[in-house]
Nanobody
Framework: QVQLKESGGGLVQAGGSLRLSCAPS????????VTWYRQTPGAEREFVAA????????YYEDNVKGRFTASRDYAKNTVYLQMNSLKPEDTAVYYC?????????WGQGTQVTVSE
């Protein structure tokens, strides 16, 4: 079964930037929409952003609009989440996800911590 791996998380000060990456273990990304979620301890996993299969449409949760940008690089078979103007409330574990052939495919998550 295909696996997803996120990377790019870390500790950053408020106002800073990070770029998360999401890559599958197999070259199966190209025809699928990919979604980013985040989760804090004790809370439900929440939608952050999504990008459609050909990269020409993206969708964002209201609190990240104008700060986060989803993109994809087909040559590298990777989806990105550029996060700018980060706020402490963006602190969470970030997951990428896609659905294929009846399976929900999740990455293992990458921690993003934004300090005051």
């Amino acid at each position: 079964q295909v696996q997803l791996k996120e990377s790019g998380g870390g500790l950053v000060q408020a106002g800073g930037s990070l770029r998360l990456s999401c890559a599958p273990s197999e070259p199966t990304f190209s025809n699928y929409s990919v979604t980013w979620y985040r989760q804090t301890p004790g809370a439900e996993r929440e939608f952050v952003a999504a990008i459609n299969w050909n990269g020409d449409r993206s969708y964002y949760e209201d609190n990240v609009k104008g700060r986060f940008t989803a993109s994809r690089d087909y040559a590298k078979n990777t989806v990105y989440l550029q996060m700018n103007s980060l706020k402490p409330e963006d602190t969470a574990v970030y997951y990428c996800y896609f659905y294929t052939s009846g399976y929900d495919i999740w990455g293992q998550g990458t921690q993003v911590t934004v300090s005051e």
